[in-house]
């Protein structure tokens, strides 16, 4: 910021054409010292009057000069030139100079005052970008440490700078940084004087020494390629979709009509992401914990805790009320899984999982662990406890050897259960193949194992059974998982409410693989909340487009029992789909086969299906007898003792 006072040179107003043209910038020229009638000129314009627009009085250019000053000879064809309007006039010397020629309406005027330094930039930069240049803040004159003085100049003021120099023999390994944008020493300007909260202009000089942009680039100018708050906004919420700055570009590209109407290249869609991250910084963790506190403040019964280990971030969880009204909704079966590449910090992303009454996917909370050892889960799965005041009945989690330690000592009256599918994936690998490949055994295990009728006395005697007729008894894996088979074999969870809601952790590896969608490994912890929250709100959107279906679904029953519609009235359409196929079962399928009364007055009564793939037998009990309890019918029977527990 220069201090001097200004000079009478740049206070005076450039009057003649001459010395308006060569204003103070460019007196100590000599190419400017001879007179005009030697100049070469040249109108280039192909859509506006070959007049020269009119200036402020002050500097008012005779556009009989100018008329004159042009030969007929020496103006372009306006029907084959350039769409972009300007003069082009070469001295002596052979310097060639540009001079914008737009409407008189974006012309700036000697004289006008304006109330704030915005306005007077926001009028330079609307006659700039109509002129085919870039605006930069000049230097500031300062009197007695008050402003008085202040330049608007084109973006190429200023001298090149030179390459550098090094003392050093090898200069092949010195590399340049290679830059489009070069400066010119361009004299444009106009000088703003500041007096009384008054910003007026004072002088305007016009005169470019390089070319001017045409009309088809202006969107490449660098005024335009800034990027609007709009703009700067898709690129983020794109970003919480895992879409990148380049595919933002072309997705904002398509939906504007074209790269002309887009504002910025990819280049500067590239920055702008870039430098978002940079902004973050190493404040990340900071604002990723500050964010938690304002929504714990200004959130009814958020929840969100969190431990920090040498000055780092070690541990965090959180819960809204919306997760707390799904859990004491939905809570009955509990899943979780760790999930990986979500963040660059590498912190293990844990997001506890149930199904809703539409069997759908419903988030309970989430963490994030540094590591994945006993004392992590345990402080997590603790956290999740205080957040939600009670226990699941099931509690469903993979082989890790944490998670095996910590759930018991957390959920003490939880029953924990592994998942079948990461137990029975290892089977080629556990097992020889030629023993898989040219035995059923495969399929018998299967059998066996998914088996959700059968009691665990009949799961032990038919195991045992198998591997005598394998020859696999002494089998090391086998054993092992025979050892454990209270904590996987659906026989052993057959007398706990909802067990069959979830058997494995399919559901759960769904919900974070939905996460992972919206979130990369590149992502601060900030922009992963972003994600994570956005991801959510997914997941809750899709919720109530199954509320809505449900409400507005009408009935249409395939049999005429009372049962089938009192299920739809109770029940949503997911639900009630699974319901009615057993009702349908119920009718034509199923039927009595035996009948018993017990010492108690109660009946006990033996149901059979004539879908002999099955070979099942339900055994109900009913008190009082059928007959005084109003069912007339098996499907009756079957529908309500099956299904009493889904409500």
Same mark, same amino acid.
């Given at each position: 910021?220069?201090?001097?006072?200004?000079?009478?040179?740049?206070?005076?107003?450039?009057?003649?054409?001459?010395?308006?043209?060569?204003?103070?910038?460019?007196?100590?020229?000599?190419?400017?010292?001879?007179?005009?009638?030697?100049?070469?000129?040249?109108?280039?314009?192909?859509?506006?009057?070959?007049?020269?627009?009119?200036?402020?009085?002050?500097?008012?250019?005779?556009?009989?000069?100018?008329?004159?000053?042009?030969?007929?000879?020496?103006?372009?064809?306006?029907?084959?030139?350039?769409?972009?309007?300007?003069?082009?006039?070469?001295?002596?010397?052979?310097?060639?100079?540009?001079?914008?020629?737009?409407?008189?309406?974006?012309?700036?005027?000697?004289?006008?005052?304006?109330?704030?330094?915005?306005?007077?930039?926001?009028?330079?930069?609307?006659?700039?970008?109509?002129?085919?240049?870039?605006?930069?803040?000049?230097?500031?004159?300062?009197?007695?440490?008050?402003?008085?003085?202040?330049?608007?100049?084109?973006?190429?003021?200023?001298?090149?700078?030179?390459?550098?120099?090094?003392?050093?023999?090898?200069?092949?390994?010195?590399?340049?940084?290679?830059?489009?944008?070069?400066?010119?020493?361009?004299?444009?300007?106009?000088?703003?004087?500041?007096?009384?909260?008054?910003?007026?202009?004072?002088?305007?000089?016009?005169?470019?020494?390089?070319?001017?942009?045409?009309?088809?680039?202006?969107?490449?100018?660098?005024?335009?390629?800034?990027?609007?708050?709009?703009?700067?906004?898709?690129?983020?919420?794109?970003?919480?979709?895992?879409?990148?700055?380049?595919?933002?570009?072309?997705?904002?590209?398509?939906?504007?009509?074209?790269?002309?109407?887009?504002?910025?290249?990819?280049?500067?869609?590239?920055?702008?992401?870039?430098?978002?991250?940079?902004?973050?910084?190493?404040?990340?963790?900071?604002?990723?914990?500050?964010?938690?506190?304002?929504?714990?403040?200004?959130?009814?019964?958020?929840?969100?805790?969190?431990?920090?280990?040498?000055?780092?971030?070690?541990?965090?969880?959180?819960?809204?009320?919306?997760?707390?009204?799904?859990?004491?909704?939905?809570?009955?079966?509990?899943?979780?899984?760790?999930?990986?590449?979500?963040?660059?910090?590498?912190?293990?992303?844990?997001?506890?999982?149930?199904?809703?009454?539409?069997?759908?996917?419903?988030?309970?909370?989430?963490?994030?662990?540094?590591?994945?050892?006993?004392?992590?889960?345990?402080?997590?799965?603790?956290?999740? !406890?205080?957040?939600? $005041?009670? +226990?699941?009945?099931?509690? =469903?989690? *993979?082989?890790?050897?944490?998670?095996?330690?910590? #759930? &018991?000592?957390?959920?003490?009256?939880?029953?924990?259960?592994?998942?079948?599918?990461?137990?029975?994936?290892?089977?080629?690998?556990?097992?020889?193949?030629?023993?898989?490949?040219?035995?059923?055994?495969?399929?018998?295990?299967?059998?066996?194992?998914?088996?959700?009728?059968?009691?665990?006395?009949?799961?032990?005697?038919?195991?045992?059974?198998? !591997?005598?007729?394998? $020859?696999? +008894?002494?089998?090391?894996? =086998?054993? *092992?998982?025979?050892?454990?088979?209270?904590?996987? #074999? &659906?026989?052993?969870?057959?007398?706990?409410?909802?067990?069959?809601?979830?058997?494995?952790?399919?559901?759960?590896?769904?919900?974070?693989?939905?996460?992972?969608?919206?979130?990369?490994?590149?992502?601060?912890?900030?922009?992963?909340?972003?994600?994570?929250?956005?991801?959510?709100?997914?997941?809750?959107?899709?919720?109530?487009?199954?509320?809505?279906?449900?409400?507005?679904?009408?009935?249409?029953?395939?049999?005429?029992?009372?049962?089938?519609?009192?299920?739809?009235?109770?029940?949503?359409?997911?639900?009630?789909?699974?319901?009615?196929?057993?009702?349908?079962?119920?009718?034509?399928?199923?039927?009595?086969?035996?009948?018993?009364?017990?010492?108690?007055?109660?009946?006990?009564?033996?149901?059979?299906?004539?879908?002999?793939?099955?070979?099942?037998?339900?055994?109900?009990?009913?008190?009082?007898?059928?007959?005084?309890?109003?069912?007339?019918?098996?499907?009756?029977?079957?529908?309500?003792?099956?299904?009493?527990?889904?409500?």
């Amino acid at each position: 910021m220069e201090t001097n006072p200004p000079t009478s040179e740049l206070m005076s107003p450039v009057h003649s054409f001459p010395n308006r043209f060569f204003c103070s910038d460019f007196q100590n020229d000599e190419e400017f010292n001879a007179p005009a009638s030697v100049y070469t000129y040249m109108h280039v314009d192909c859509s506006r009057s070959s007049e020269a627009p009119v200036r402020s009085p002050d500097v008012v250019i005779s556009n009989n000069f100018m008329n004159n000053a042009f030969n007929d000879d020496q103006v372009m064809d306006n029907e084959e030139g350039p769409s972009n309007p300007y003069f082009v006039f070469d001295t002596p010397q052979g310097t060639r100079y540009w001079i914008p020629n737009v409407a008189d309406k974006f012309i700036p005027v000697c004289g006008k005052s304006y109330p704030t330094f915005a306005d007077v930039l926001s009028m330079y930069e609307l006659y700039a970008f109509e002129a085919g240049f870039s605006v930069s803040k000049g230097q500031t004159k300062v009197w007695n440490g008050i402003p008085t003085h202040k330049y608007l100049r084109c973006s190429k003021y200023g001298k090149p700078q030179p390459k550098r120099t090094f003392d050093t023999l090898d200069e092949s390994s010195v590399k340049h940084r290679r830059t489009n944008f070069t400066w010119c020493d361009c004299k444009a300007s106009i000088l703003v004087s500041i007096s009384n909260d008054s910003y007026t202009v004072l002088s305007f000089n016009d005169i470019h020494n390089h070319e001017l942009v045409e009309s088809y680039n202006c969107d490449l100018s660098k005024i335009s390629r800034k990027l609007s708050f709009s703009t700067k906004q898709f690129i983020h919420n794109m970003s919480l979709n895992r879409i990148g700055p380049m595919r933002a570009y072309r997705c904002l590209v398509a939906l504007k009509g074209g790269h002309h109407n887009v504002n910025g290249t990819p280049v500067d869609f590239k920055n702008f992401s870039h430098q978002l991250r940079i902004f973050i910084g190493e404040r990340d963790a900071q604002v990723f914990l500050e964010r938690l506190r304002e929504r714990f403040d200004n959130l009814p019964n958020f929840y969100f805790d969190y431990t920090v280990s040498n000055g780092k971030l070690s541990s965090v969880f959180w819960a809204d009320e919306i997760s707390k009204l799904n859990y004491k909704a939905f809570g009955d079966v509990l899943a979780f899984d760790a999930t990986y590449n979500t963040n660059r910090y590498k912190m293990v992303f844990v997001p506890f999982t149930g199904v809703d009454h539409h069997f759908q996917c419903v988030t309970f909370g989430a963490g994030l662990i540094s590591t994945e050892s006993i004392e992590s889960y345990v402080w997590l799965l603790k956290a999740f !406890l205080k957040a939600h $005041g009670t +226990q699941p009945i099931l509690v =469903l989690s *993979d082989q890790d050897p944490s998670m095996l330690q910590a #759930v &018991p000592m957390v959920f003490t009256e939880s029953r924990h259960r592994l998942c079948m599918w990461h137990i029975m994936k290892k089977l080629p690998s556990k097992i020889s193949a030629d023993v898989l490949d040219n035995t059923d055994l495969r399929s018998c295990i299967h059998r066996l194992v998914w088996n959700v009728y059968i009691k665990p006395e009949t799961f032990e005697s038919r195991w045992n059974d198998l !591997l005598q007729t394998f $020859g696999l +008894q002494d089998h090391s894996w =086998l054993n *092992d998982m025979y050892n454990i088979k209270h904590l996987w #074999v &659906p026989a052993y969870f057959r007398e706990l409410p909802m067990c069959c809601l979830m058997k494995t952790t399919s559901r759960c590896e769904s919900s974070n693989a939905a996460f992972k969608v919206n979130s990369t490994s590149a992502n601060t912890l900030v922009q992963f909340m972003m994600c994570f929250e956005n991801r959510v709100d997914s997941q809750r959107y899709r919720q109530r487009v199954s509320e809505y279906k449900t409400s507005s679904t009408m009935f249409t029953g395939n049999t005429d029992l009372a049962i089938e519609q009192h299920a739809f009235a109770i029940y949503t359409n997911a639900v009630f789909a699974q319901v009615q196929k057993e009702i349908i079962k119920g009718k034509f399928l199923c039927y009595i086969t035996n009948q018993t009364e017990s010492s108690n007055s109660s009946l006990l009564i033996d149901v059979t299906h004539l879908d002999k793939r099955n070979n099942i037998t339900n055994v109900y009990q009913t008190n009082p007898p059928v007959a005084h309890a109003g069912i007339s019918h098996v499907s009756d029977i079957c529908v309500a003792m099956s299904f009493a527990s889904i409500d």
